[in-house]
């Protein structure tokens, strides 16, 4: 049996490759490593994929989210809450800003942000001290791919005057009802770190938001708080343009894109179909799809799984092993180990197994089986 991958970049170069190369050629070509047309050429097509009016690419997913928060104002004294199961960068770029994450804990089934304890939280925090701190922004994480409940929290944060950031790192092309992630709040971000269901042969990001002004201040923000011109700045911002040449790759990547999303939905039926009974699975809820940037589950007997993973050579992951709330580098927000019981719970019986477009029947069942063979 060939070698099974968690991740096949390689098969997908193979079917892309040619395109994608002459894509690179033609930038080398033309010289405009910086900001070129292909840059903007691909925000165009972002905006007709997701419906989002206005797309600015940048960097990385990280930058996407620091921008989003600096375009709509967060600094010292705000307060910003997001989940505590998620990748740092979420709260990280919060932190970088002078502002406080606020964590809530996850719902049991979807894994992501529980809009009722949202509320909760909001509820508590405005009753309470807090030592000044201002409620200004809610970033929910649309785990493994799949997106959270806006309806709801986009609900709540009307009510309590927040602003809502949907981190689509892992969702882009996922869909509740008819409606595109990285379309379903004020503004949303994403990722094209290649390991992602989009993603480029480096980093880069997006910024996805229906809202003209802020459109601008994020074409602002990404070259330095430029103004009219790259000497007149109006405002901080940072360098957060993306390379053209990683504008050229998603290009063509894009094209094939649905296709590949078609697949991945396939395969997790598959996997789901095949495991059922066995594990606990990521619920998907009614009229919601997922990207499936990973199939994940939960089991209690993931030691033994792994294990059996390990002797037949099968890759595996584990996202997230330690919540955030948990992780030294948040260890001034004082929290501690029972505070999120659900995300602890989760990130002590999560593990995710290989998901890509390219993954065969025979692969899928060999995994399953392994996996079913120790559990039984």
């Not at 050429?41 to 600096?70: I, N, P, Q, R, Y």
């Not at 709260?91 to 992501?112: M, R, S, Y």
Request: aromatic letters at 10%.
């Amino acid at each position: 049996m060939e070698t099974i991958e968690f991740v096949d970049l390689k098969t997908q170069a193979s079917v892309i490759g040619t395109d994608i190369k002459r894509s690179i050629d033609r930038v080398i070509s033309h010289g405009r490593f910086i900001m070129g047309s292909e840059v903007y050429e691909l925000e165009e097509k972002l905006s007709d994929f997701t419906g989002a009016k206005h797309v600015v690419s940048c960097s990385s997913g990280t930058d996407a989210l620091l921008m989003a928060l600096m375009a709509i104002g967060i600094g010292p004294g705000d307060a910003v809450f997001t989940s505590p199961f998620t990748f740092i960068a979420t709260a990280e770029v919060i932190g970088l800003l002078g502002a406080v994450p606020v964590f809530v804990d996850i719902d049991k089934d979807t894994f992501n942000l529980d809009p009722v304890k949202l509320e909760q939280a909001v509820k508590n925090f405005n009753k309470g001290d807090n030592t000044g701190l201002t409620p200004k922004c809610v970033i929910p994480v649309d785990i493994f791919g799949l997106p959270a409940d806006y309806q709801t929290i986009n609900k709540i944060a009307h009510k309590y005057n927040l602003r809502v950031i949907e981190d689509a790192a892992q969702s882009l092309g996922a869909k509740v009802g008819n409606n595109m992630a990285c379309n379903l709040t004020h503004a949303a971000t994403t990722s094209f770190f290649p390991t992602k269901p989009l993603g480029c042969y480096g980093d880069g990001g997006a910024i996805f938001t229906n809202d003209s002004d802020l459109n601008e201040k994020l074409i602002s923000i990404r070259v330095h708080g430029k103004g009219q011109h790259k000497y007149d700045n109006v405002r901080m911002g940072i360098n957060g343009r993306m390379d053209t040449l990683q504008a050229a790759v998603l290009i063509q990547k894009l094209k094939i894109f649905k296709g590949e999303l078609r697949k991945r939905d396939r395969i997790a039926r598959k996997y789901r179909e095949r495991l059922n009974g066995w594990i606990q699975f990521q619920k998907i809820q009614d009229k919601y799809t997922s990207a499936w940037a990973q199939f994940s589950f939960l089991s209690k007997d993931r030691r033994k799984i792994i294990t059996k993973l390990k002797i037949n050579k099968i890759p595996y992951a584990i996202y997230y092993p330690k919540p955030l709330h948990l992780q030294k580098a948040f260890s001034m927000l004082k929290y501690k180990k029972g505070d999120f019981p659900v995300a602890e719970k989760v990130a002590d019986t999560i593990l995710s197994i290989p998901m890509h477009p390219y993954l065969s029947d025979e692969h899928i069942d060999f995994i399953t089986q392994t996996i079913v063979s120790a559990v039984n």
